[in-house]
């Protein structure tokens, strides 16, 4: 972005998609203000699930995960955050992590699970993982759906990590 120095850069879901991250903060820093704050925002995969475990949930979180890992994409940064924030050069201050839990007749848990692999499906296939046709994404939300709610299952989201930091 143009302009600076700015006084917080945050960016969320972004750093898992480059092959080094602490070098995107680095830059990052050098439009920030003295005493600015750096926050980028990633997700641990590993930590979504069904509680308890049903096996449509655990086959889209297995898709997701191994087409970012074939893709070279950390499907687990988040966790990584404050040692990527080291490596950038700056001082992490703390990190918070937030997972949204979805009861079992919650439609936006199986709705999200569904948008996120609907949205990696061209990964999905372009690294072997599955086929559409064994995806299913136009039926994907109701069958994550009804699978939930047969199971009386909570759909725990990937959990939201950020870990915040300053310039040295």
Known sequence: APGGPFDAITG???LMYVPDPAAVLRTQA???RPGGV??????DLHSARSLPPTPLVGQALSWLGEAF?????????????WAVLQAAGLQP???????????????????????????????????????A???????L?????????ASAAVFAHPMLISAWGTAR
């Open 93 to 131: 201050a703390g990190m918070i992590g937030v997972q949204p839990h979805f009861g079992p007749d919650d439609p936006d848990g199986a709705a999200i699970l569904a948008g996120i692999v609907r949205t990696a499906l061209p990964l999905i296939e372009r690294t072997g993982v599955a086929t």
């Open 38 to 43: 750096i926050a980028p925002i990633e997700f």
């Open 69 to 81: 890992t074939r893709a070279g994409i950390d499907p687990a940064l988040g966790p990584g955050l």
């Open 30 to 32: 050098g439009v920030l």
């Open 12 to 14: 969320r879901l972004v």
């Open 141 to 149: 939300q109701q069958r994550l759906s009804g699978e939930l709610a």
């Open 133 to 139: 046709a064994e995806v299913g994404a136009d039926t």
